[in-house]
């Protein structure tokens, strides 16, 4: 049984090479291949949350080595909804993508996109510090060729900015691992968590450079400030189904934040204690605050969505940055309802602007379908900006309830009541541009309205499709609120119960003698010679 | 030694530093690679510093070993570091080659460009 954990990562990783090679003259059967590992993704994935919610911590062995010798993987509440969550983006995505033929339009995109979902899932499901950032290596290589997926000038020249911040912040990460490895002599996680209180009062400073490097890192990936630049670029320019699956990447950045900083810097080890507390806050309100104001003064859409990305992730953080329980508990039902929200927004743009031929916001003689179109921007925006009735509302609020510390509520509730508003009048000014000026625009006497040769076909009911599963869903949040915070509140509870974690993945290792599970027979010889 | 490689190590940063924060691409690409140079010769160091010792340990003698850790994780960052400049190169010469010039940051005229 356990090894369905790792055939999220397997699955993917055996796929993406068979279609890169074996069917790349064959869009169709790349599509039909691609399609079915999605869906299969997606049912290991259901299989694994339905597993992960009886509350255990499910250890998998790569090579059956005990950790912390051996890389593990590990599926709890958390990872395995992230992972749910992973794929059930992607399969909408991925119908978007198919039914508007983006796919079609360079090469070497189901393979890519194999390879993006293999590493979102490793970096979800690993439990060592070093392979997750391999996984990190594999998602961002994938979405390097993602991001330029088609080609194009501009696109180009955001792909290659995108690259080097990348990958200096790979060369960062990779620093603060080896600080980390220097002090603590380990770099699995749980077995981080032993160790990091243990270390003496005068080494604590390296643990706390390792875990300010480490939080750094993790913000370029969660896009804070002040490491938030490379997002609106990347974004915008970014084919758009591209742009609603990196709406994922930017959550593991904030799903690594919350894992390291319930286990191995946990608020109970003595060096690293307040680190987030006090650097992550200010930096989500500058965030959140920046966010706002680039949704005012966007002048085309696609940055416009982009900044508003960006207030999403700093709403977030702010409930990641009080390190408590009810307070991830909000912070994770804002993450799924703000993942489902981004991507909505950017499938619903690509649908219009593809239409309209571009996306400055200026009045221009509307497209087909704009009461349709319309509609969904409407709610959409409405999820995204947080007004009732989505989950944007309930999400917003679970988290203005959860900031009712003193010294953080006054902070917290004008940022992000006042953010919401300035985001309101954000999208409204855009749509009503968009939408509705549209309707009203006189051409100038004498000239013909400007007819592209063929004139934009109406979107088939397969192409809306997908932005109406994302809005669907999106109800489905508010509506199931209740056993959503309810699983949100269960895995939030096990992350701050890290012993449970810790004793899962060292069991064997630390307790040979007690040999719970069975121990494999070679399993204890290469710590008896390490002692030797 | 210690202060040789500590130097080393830091002169590979500031330098790499500097040159990605040029506007072109190739001092980017040269300062990326110094920086993936400067930390592997960090993560190296991670497990110690020894000299003439194995990487494994031995079960008739009790002679020093050095920390064998590093040395996967290094090869692992060299491989991923060597596999990254190879893309971050065709990444360039593709950006060179639609646009004409290889300055990194986008200008605010070709966004107009592309909005008209």
Redesign the interface.
């Known amino acids: 049984m356990s090894h369905w954990i790792i055939a999220p990562v397997v699955l993917p990783a055996m796929m993406a090479p068979l279609i890169g090679y074996v069917m790349r003259h064959d869009i169709v059967l790349a599509r039909v291949a691609s399609a079915a590992s999605t869906v299969a993704l997606f049912i290991i994935a259901l299989g694994l949350a339905v597993w992960a919610a009886d509350g255990g911590t499910h250890v998998y062995r790569l090579g059956d080595w005990p950790a912390p010798f051996g890389i593990v993987l590990v599926l709890d509440r958390l990872s395995a909804m992230m992972v749910l969550l992973t794929a059930t983006l992607a399969l909408i995505v991925l119908w978007h993508s198919i039914a508007t033929g983006w796919d079609a339009k360079g090469r070497h995109f189901h393979a890519l996109y194999q390879f993006q979902l293999m590493g979102i899932c490793g970096a979800f499901l690993t439990g060592d510090a070093?392979n997750l950032f391999?996984f990190f290596?594999v998602l961002l290589?994938a979405s390097?060729g993602l991001m330029?997926h088609s080609?194009?000038?501009?696109r180009?020249?955001?792909?290659?900015?995108y690259?080097?911040m990348n990958?200096?912040g790979?060369?960062l990460f990779?620093?603060a691992?080896?600080?980390m490895?220097?002090t603590t002599g380990t770099l699995n996680m749980a077995d981080l968590a032993v160790k990091v209180p243990q270390i003496a009062a005068e080494d604590s400073g390296m643990v706390r450079v390792a875990a300010v490097l480490l939080l750094i890192v993790f913000m370029i990936k969660a896009a804070l400030f002040p490491v938030q630049f490379w997002l609106p670029?990347t974004y915008s320019n970014a084919p758009a189904p591209v742009a609603a699956l990196f709406a994922i990447m930017t959550k593991v950045g904030a799903y690594a934040i919350i894992r390291l900083h319930t286990l191995a810097f946990h608020p109970g080890a003595e060096p690293t204690k307040d680190v987030v507390t006090t650097w992550l806050f200010p930096a989500a309100m500058v965030t959140l605050a920046l966010g706002a104001l680039g949704v005012l003064a966007a002048k085309?859409l696609m940055p416009l969505l982009s900044f508003s990305v960006i207030g999403s992730m700093g709403t977030m953080m702010l409930a990641v940055a009080p390190v408590d329980p009810y307070a991830t508990e909000t912070a994770l039902y804002y993450l799924v309802h703000s993942t489902f929200s981004a991507a909505a927004l950017f499938l619903l743009a690509d649908l219009v602007v593809s239409r309209r031929g571009?996306d400055?916001l200026d009045a221009r003689p509307p497209v087909v379908q704009n009461g349709l179109f319309a509609a969904l921007f409407f709610a959409a925006a409405i999820a995204m900006a947080g007004m009732p009735p989505l989950s944007g509302f309930l999400g917003k609020l679970l988290i203005l309830d959860a900031l009712r510390e003193p010294e953080l509520m006054p902070w917290a509730w004008t940022g992000i009541l006042v953010g919401s508003l300035v985001t309101i009048v954000g999208f409204a000014r855009a749509g009503s541009m968009i939408f509705w000026k549209s309707t009203s625009v006189k051409l100038p006497e004498g000239t013909e309205p400007i007819q592209s040769d063929p004139p934009p076909a109406p979107a088939r009911g397969t192409e809306v499709a997908p932005v109406m599963m994302l809005l669907a869903l999106l109800v489905g949040l508010a509506v199931l609120a209740g056993p959503a915070t309810g699983y949100m509140r269960a895995a939030a509870n096990q992350l701050f119960e890290p012993s449970g974690y810790i004793d899962s993945v060292l069991a064997p290792v630390e307790k040979p003698e007690k040999a719970k599970a069975d121990p494999p027979l070679d399993a204890a010889d290469p710590h008896a010679?390490?002692e030797? | 030694m210690e202060l040789l490689v500590a130097s080393a190590i830091g002169v590979l940063t500031a330098g790499?530093v500097y040159l990605?924060l040029r506007l072109r691409?190739f001092p980017?690409i040269l300062g990326?690679s110094l920086?993936?140079y400067?930390?592997n010769i960090?993560?190296v160091?991670?497990?110690?510093l020894a000299i003439n010792a194995p990487p494994i340990?031995n079960?008739y003698a009790d002679v020093s070993y050095t920390d064998p850790?590093?040395q996967a994780?290094v090869l692992?960052?060299i491989v991923?570091?060597f596999?990254?400049t190879a893309?971050?190169v065709m990444?360039?010469l593709?950006?060179y080659l639609?646009?004409g010039d290889d300055t990194?940051?986008?200008t605010a005229t070709?966004?107009k460009?592309?909005?008209a």
């Open positions: 070093f391999v290596e290589i390097y330029v080609g194009g000038k501009v180009m020249q955001a792909g290659l900015q690259v080097v990958l200096a790979s060369t990779l620093f691992l080896g600080t490895y220097a670029g085309r571009s400055v010679e390490e030797h | 790499g990605i691409a980017v990326l920086l993936s400067a930390v960090f993560l160091s991670t497990g110690r340990l079960k850790l590093p994780l692992t960052a991923i570091s596999g990254m893309v971050l990444f360039t593709g950006a639609e646009a990194i940051d986008m070709e966004e460009d592309d909005a």
